[in-house]
C-alpha cells in the first residue's frame, strides 16, 4: 500500500515519541505524585501527635516607607497541629456555602480556609481540601491586605496588628464582618470582609483622618506560600505566582524560575489581578481601581523561604477630617470554569478566565470543555458526555472521513495495478512513482487520503486531554462501575487479575480493563485494511495496538474511553463506507491469516 507508507512512518513516530514520553516522563510523575500523597499523609498523622503549643513569632523588622513588607521571614515553624496553630490566635469564623475556615485577627489575614465540595480522594468522607493554612506550620499559605505608613502615620495596619470585631463575629454570605484599629496619630482603620456563596471575597478599608494634617499612605495586598506542590508541573499545565496586568499582559512564573530570578516587577497597572495557582485551586487579588498600583513576583529566602505575588499602591493622600476608601478583592478556591467566567464578566476582571490553563490551543480546548460541560448537564455523566462529544465530533467530520475512506477504497480496487507497476518497474524507482501517480490521477485517488481520519483524530485528542487533566470539573468525575475518577487511570490491572491478587504494581503494567477494549478496538480497526508488503510496515501494523495498550495504560481513564468509543465508531464507518464503494473489507481475512500456517520458504 504505498500510499499508506509515510502514513505508517508518521504513525510509528508519533508513537515512539509518546512512549518515550509517558515512559520517562509521565510514569515516573505519577509514582512521584503518589509518594508525595504518603508523605503528605504521614506528615499530617505526625502533626496530630505533635505536642501542643505554637509559637508564631514576630514579623520582622517594620518595613521602610513605599514598600512591601517582606515579613513573615522571621516567623517560627512549629510541629504543632493545624488546629493548635489556629488556636494560637483570635478568629472571625467563615462559614459559606462552599467555604469554611476562619479570618486571623493578628494582620486580619485569610489564613485558614478549606472547600467544603472538595475532598482529598474520591472518597465523600475523605478531609476537605485545605487551601488556606497558618503560617506557623510548614504549609503556610494566606493572603493578606495592608497598609505602609510613615512617620506622620504613626502604626498602620500591618501583619502584627490585633483587630478588634465590631460586631457580627461569624462572615457569611448575608453578614458581613467589620474590623476596627486605632493608632496614637488620629487615625481609624475600618475593615469590612463579605463574601459571595463561592470563592470571592471583599476588602473594603476605611481611613478616617480626625487629625490635624493631612497623612499620605500606600496599601499593599499579598499572597504568600511557604511551601510548593512535591511534584512540579509538566508542560500541559502551569502552577505557580500568575497574574494579568498593565502592558504586558498575562504573567507566569513557575516555582523554579522565579527561584531563579528571585523577582520581577512588571509595569505600573490601574487594573488586573494577582496571585498565586495551582492545578485545581488559586488565591489571587484583585486591586481596587481607584489607584494605579506596582505588581511584583518575588522568592526570599530570609528566615524562611516563601514565594509571594503582591501589589503596592501608589500614595493615598487623607487630608485632616476626611476619609478615604479602598476596596481590594480577594479569590481563594476552586478554579471552577464556570465561577472563573462569571467573575471576569460580572466584575469585570479584565482576562480573569486567563487563571485557568486552556493553553496555545485554547481556540480548541474551550469549546470542547464547554461541549462536554453541556452535554454532562443534559447526561448526569461526564462519562456519557465524553461518549456523545465523540459521536458529535466523528458527526462533524464525517463529510472528509467519507472522502478520506471512499478514496482508501478505490485504492484497494486499483491494487493490481498498482503491483503491476511496481514489477514493472522494479529497477527503476523514479519512473515507478511517476507511473502511480499518473495512475493516481486517472482514477481520482487521492494518495495521502488514508491519514485524515487519523490526524483529524489528533487535536480532539490532546483538546480531551488538556481538558481531562487541567478542569477540576473532571477531578473524581465518575462514569460507571470501577470508574470512579475520569481524570485519573483505570485502576484495574490484568497482571493482578484485576484486583483479586492483592499486590501494588508499578503504573506500567497498570493495563486495566478499558486500556484492553482501547487495544482490541485499534487493533480491530487496523485490520480493516490489507497488510502492508514492506516487512517494517508490517511490523508496526502488528504491534502498534499493543504499544499503545501499554502507552495509554497511565493516561487518565476518560481520555481512554474516548479513544476506544472512538476506535469502534470508526470501524463501522469505515465499513459502511467501503461497502458502499464495493471495496472489500480485509478485516475477517486478515483475523484468519494470523492463525494461519505460514508456508515455508521451500514450499
Not at 496619630?185 to 459571595?196: A, C, I, N, P
Not at 468509543?565 to 464495493?582: A, D, E, F, T
Request: net charge neutral; hydrophobic share 40%.
Amino acid at each position: 500500500m504505498e500510499n499508506n507508507r509515510n502514513f505508517f512512518i508518521t504513525i510509528a513516530l508519533s508513537v515512539l515519541i509518546l512512549t518515550l514520553w509517558q515512559v520517562f516522563y509521565m510514569n515516573p510523575r505519577v509514582e512521584a505524585q503518589r509518594e508525595a500523597a504518603r508523605i503528605e499523609e504521614q506528615r499530617v498523622a505526625e502533626q496530630k501527635k505533635a505536642a501542643e503549643g505554637v509559637n508564631p513569632g514576630g514579623t520582622g523588622t517594620p518595613a521602610p516607607q513605599g514598600s512591601i513588607p517582606n515579613a513573615p521571614g522571621g516567623e517560627v515553624v512549629t510541629a504543632a497541629g493545624r488546629d493548635q496553630a489556629l488556636a494560637a490566635t483570635s478568629r472571625v469564623k467563615i462559614d459559606t456555602p462552599s467555604l469554611e475556615g476562619s479570618i486571623n485577627l493578628t494582620g486580619a489575614r485569610l489564613d485558614d480556609l478549606r472547600l467544603k465540595h472538595y475532598t482529598e480522594t474520591v472518597d465523600k468522607n475523605s478531609p476537605e481540601i485545605e487551601l488556606l493554612n497558618p503560617s506557623a506550620l510548614p504549609t503556610g499559605y494566606f493572603a493578606e491586605i495592608g497598609f505602609v505608613g510613615n512617620d506622620k502615620t504613626g502604626a498602620v495596619p500591618g501583619s502584627d496588628t490585633v483587630w478588634k470585631v465590631d460586631g457580627n463575629a461569624t462572615l457569611t454570605p448575608a453578614s458581613p464582618v467589620t474590623l476596627t484599629y486605632s493608632n496614637d496619630k488620629g487615625l481609624t482603620f475600618k475593615r469590612t470582609f463579605s463574601v459571595d456563596n463561592d470563592y470571592m471575597f471583599t476588602v473594603s478599608d476605611t481611613v478616617q483622618n480626625s487629625g490635624a494634617a493631612a497623612v499620605s499612605l500606600f496599601n499593599y495586598g499579598r499572597v504568600t506560600r511557604f511551601d510548593k506542590p512535591a511534584v512540579a508541573s509538566i508542560y500541559v499545565l502551569f502552577e505557580g505566582l500568575i497574574g494579568f496586568t498593565g502592558e504586558e499582559g498575562l504573567q507566569e512564573h513557575k516555582y523554579a524560575s522565579i527561584e531563579k530570578d528571585r523577582e520581577f516587577k512588571p509595569g505600573k497597572s490601574t487594573d488586573g489581578w494577582l496571585g498565586i495557582t495551582d492545578k485545581y485551586w488559586a488565591v489571587t487579588l484583585v486591586p481596587t481601581e481607584k489607584q494605579p498600583f506596582q505588581p511584583r513576583y518575588a522568592y526570599f529566602e530570609d528566615g524562611r523561604p516563601r514565594y509571594q505575588s503582591d501589589f503596592l499602591t501608589d500614595p493615598i493622600n487623607v487630608d485632616a477630617g476626611q476619609s478615604a476608601t479602598v476596596e481590594t478583592a480577594v479569590f481563594a478556591g476552586a478554579k471552577e470554569v464556570g465561577k472563573i467566567n462569571s467573575y471576569a464578566e460580572d466584575r469585570r476582571i479584565k482576562r480573569f478566565d486567563l487563571l485557568i490553563d486552556w493553553g496555545w490551543f485554547h481556540f480548541i480546548t474551550k469549546p470542547m470543555f464547554w461541549l462536554i460541560d453541556t452535554l454532562y448537564k443534559f447526561f448526569g455523566n461526564f462519562g456519557l458526555a465524553i461518549l456523545a462529544t465523540t459521536v458529535i465530533v466523528k458527526a462533524a467530520f464525517y463529510p472528509l472521513a467519507n472522502k478520506s475512506y471512499a478514496s482508501m477504497a478505490n485504492m484497494k480496487k486499483v491494487q493490481p495495478k498498482m503491483l503491476e507497476i511496481r514489477e514493472k518497474y522494479a529497477d527503476d524507482k523514479m519512473k515507478q512513482q511517476q507511473a502511480m501517480m499518473e495512475l493516481y490521477k486517472t482514477e481520482k485517488i487521492n494518495p495521502i487520503a488514508g491519514c485524515w481520519p487519523v490526524a483529524l483524530q489528533i487535536p480532539v485528542f490532546f483538546a480531551l486531554y488538556k481538558v481531562l487533566y487541567i478542569t477540576i470539573e473532571m477531578r473524581h468525575a465518575p462514569f460507571f462501575g470501577w470508574i470512579q475518577d475520569l481524570a485519573a487511570p483505570d485502576p484495574t490491572s490484568i497482571f493482578n487479575l484485576f484486583g483479586l491478587i492483592p499486590i501494588t504494581l508499578p503504573s506500567m503494567l497498570m493495563i486495566g480493563v478499558w486500556p484492553l477494549v482501547m487495544g482490541v478496538t485499534m487493533f480491530l480497526q487496523m485490520r480493516m485494511n490489507p497488510t502492508p508488503p514492506d516487512p517494517t510496515q508490517a511490523a508496526i501494523f502488528t504491534w502498534m495496538p499493543v504499544i499503545f495498550t501499554f502507552m495509554m495504560a497511565g493516561f487518565p481513564a476518560g481520555l481512554v474511553i474516548y479513544w476506544a468509543w472512538n476506535n469502534l465508531l470508526s470501524i463501522i464507518q469505515q465499513g459502511v463506507i467501503m461497502k458502499r464503494q464495493g471495496a472489500k473489507i480485509e478485516l475477517w481475512d486478515n483475523l484468519v491469516a494470523m492463525f494461519r500456517k505460514k508456508p515455508s520458504p521451500a514450499e
